[in-house]
């Protein structure tokens, strides 16, 4: 009992005060969804019920909506956070009559530089800057994109045909990684980067980093939010401020060039974005701020490279695992550009197999495999009452693969996406580019993208396994879907290439 004394009376009520508020600060918010009469698995104290079916967070979900069907409550460490993977809750929250409601993601504040970039933005600001940056990604300008396109998808097929002459084992992201940042730096800016001859160059390194928050930054600020004003005073960010200021720091040169060079006009989204800085003045109306489009070029690589490269990866992993698939696309592909002709736009378009195996192919794999929305008010769907300020994440990878949905959720079946079947899709049940208002800017570009990429390469190779071909996959729990392992496939040549 010695111990008892070796501090004071006033210390020892203190010190056990401070535990029960510790305690207490670390269960406060675990009511919530009890009395919202939301089941969910159990929390634990500042955990939450994080990585209680799979450490892999997308896997989690999938466990959660086993369990708890079409919707259930999970706490993120101390944030509850409604899971919804309902189709008509879908429609209401994110396109119908609660889309004003569910305009925001969550912000959770540390977002550095980039806290005016669309995906950041909120409400007017989103608008405004939405409404500007939307005619950039209509079909009319990315056709005519297509040909500077076509220019980096040549240079992907010639890469890889060393590869196929040696039979040598690839890291299949090493290609399509280049590839899909060539591709949108051109686009967005008229840089040829030439990745393909510098893959590990600093653009594509600090792009890759960008989406790989600190866990423990993550941790800190979702079970002490009231530390979040200080950190954001702090410059704390969640983007590595080397990353950041790396692609802050070349997009004013591409900047600066563009203005020494303003007799040479590219038809790029840089220079739309400018011109809507001068066509708004005229009008006395809000165009985007140097800084803002600073922000936005910035997303459209964040945006935009990791998820294309991944689509890509997975789309040569499930036809090198089904190779029945890859000579059906390949015969269609053969059909539509006899010769290996080269690709048009419209014929590319237009392609029916080709476009079932994408969207199959982003059915199992869709590179961001969770969405969300936050509450702006308290509101009733479908008898729940969301409180305002509460997160609602959408478990698009689960809903993917919900076995009442789909049949044969697990299997790589381009089929289900035929024209006729296509009409039987509930499109609130497939959504890897999200849906409504707020869904992916560039997702008419990344479609193209991914399309030629693959018409290309399949026109003259087709994709292998090989002993060191990981099947199963194991995921990444970290970042945007992923593989833990770089996905290592063989391409072949074809025999008439
Ligand atoms: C296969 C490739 C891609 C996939 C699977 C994808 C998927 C998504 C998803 C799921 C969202 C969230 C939608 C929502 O919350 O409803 C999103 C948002 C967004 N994406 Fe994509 N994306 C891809 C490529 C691109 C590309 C190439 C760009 C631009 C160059 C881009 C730019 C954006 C932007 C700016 C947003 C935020 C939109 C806003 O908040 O208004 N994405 N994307």
Same mark, same amino acid.
């Given at each position: =009992?010695g ?10 009520i ?8 510790f ?7 675990f009511?919530?969804f009890e009395? =919202? ?9 500042y955990w ?6 799979? $450490?892999?967070y997308y896997?989690d ?10 919707v259930?409550?999970t706490y ?7 899971a919804?993977m309902?189709?008509?809750m879908l429609k209401i929250?994110?396109v ?12 959770l504040r540390?977002?550095g530089?980039?806290y ?5 933005a909120?409400?007017d600001q989103w608008?405004r800057i ?11 300008r ?10 980096? $998808?040549?240079k992907?097929?010639?890469s890889l045909?060393?590869k196929?002459?040696?039979a040598?084992v ?6 399509f990684?280049?590839?899909?940042m ?8 008229s ?14 390194n600090?792009?890759?980093?960008m989406?790989r ?5 993550f ?8 530390f979040?004003?200080?950190l ?10 080397s $990353?950041?200021?790396?692609c ?5 040169k591409?900047?600066?060039d563009?203005?020494?060079n303003?007799h ?6 840089l220079q739309? =974005?400018?011109?809507?800085q001068?066509?708004?003045?005229e ?5 985007l701020t ?9 997303i459209?690589?964040?945006?935009g490279?990791e998820?294309?490269a991944?689509?890509l990866?997975?789309l040569a ?5 089904k190779?029945?698939v890859m000579t059906r ?5 053969d059909s539509?550009?006899?010769d290996?002709?080269p690709?048009?736009?419209e014929?590319? =378009?237009?392609?029916?197999y080709?476009?079932g195996?994408v969207?199959?192919s ?7 495999a969770?969405?969300?929305?936050i509450?702006k ?5 479908k008898g729940?009452?969301?409180p305002k300020?509460?997160?609602?994440m959408?478990?698009v990878?689960a809903?993917h693969?919900?076995?009442?949905l789909?049949t ?15 009409q039987?899709?509930n499109?609130?049940?497939?959504l890897?580019f999200?849906i409504?208002?707020r869904n992916c800017?560039?997702?008419r570009?990344a ?9 290309e390469?399949?026109?003259?190779y087709s994709f292998s396994?090989?002993?060191e071909?990981?099947?199963?996959l194991e995921?990444?729990?970290q970042?945007?879907?992923g ?11 074809? $025999?008439n290439?």
């Open positions: =009992m111990f008892l004394y070796f501090f004071s009376l006033e210390t020892w203190l010190l056990i005060a401070f535990i029960c508020i305690i207490m600060y670390g269960h406060w918010t009511g919530v009395k =919202m009469g939301v089941l969910g698995p159990k929390p634990y104290m939450g019920s994080i990585g209680r079916f799979n $450490s892999v896997l979900d999938h466990g959660g909506a086993r369990k708890y069907g079409r259930w409550g993120e460490f101390r944030r509850p956070v409604l919804v309902d189709p008509d929250i994110l119908k009559e609660c889309f004003t409601y569910f305009t925001n993601r969550r912000n540390l977002n530089d980039l005016d970039s669309v995906s950041i909120e409400d608008r939405r409404n500007i940056l939307s005619p950039s990604f209509a079909s009319g990315i056709k005519e994109m297509f040909s500077t396109m076509k220019h980096h $998808s040549r992907l097929t010639d045909r060393s196929a002459d040696n040598e690839i890291a299949i992201k090493d290609f990684g280049p590839y899909s060539d591709v949108i730096a051109s686009t967005a800016f840089v040829d980067l030439d990745s393909f001859s510098n893959p590990s160059g600093p653009l594509i600090h792009a890759g980093k989406f928050i600190s866990p423990l930054l941790i800190f600020q979702a079970c002490f939010p009231i979040l004003p200080l954001e005073l702090l410059g704390v960010s969640f983007f590595p401020k $990353s950041s200021d790396f802050r720091a070349f997009l004013k591409v900047r600066e563009r203005d020494r303003s040479q006009v590219p038809r790029d989204m739309y =974005m400018i011109n809507s001068t066509a708004n003045k009008k006395q109306n809000n165009g140097d800084h803002e489009i600073n922000s936005q070029l910035t459209f690589l964040l945006a490279y998820t294309s991944a689509t990866s997975f992993y499930n036809l090198a695992l190779p029945e696309l390949q015969e269609e592909i539509t550009f006899p290996k002709g690709v048009q736009y014929a590319l =378009m237009q392609m029916e080709l476009d195996v969207n199959e982003l059915k199992l794999y869709p590179p961001a969770r969405m969300e929305r509450a008010e308290t509101v009733q769907i729940i009452t969301i300020d509460m997160g609602v959408v478990p990878y809903l693969r919900d076995p009442e789909w044969d959720p697990e299997e790589f079946k381009p089929e289900r996406f035929s024209k006729e079947n296509k039987n899709i499109p609130y049940t497939y890897p999200g409504g208002p800017l560039g997702m570009l479609l193209v993208t991914v399309k030629l990429a693959l018409v390469v399949l026109q003259r396994v090989c002993k071909t990981e099947i199963p995921m990444d729990p970042g945007l879907l593989s833990l392992r770089p996905i290592k496939l063989k391409v072949v040549t074809r $025999s290439a």
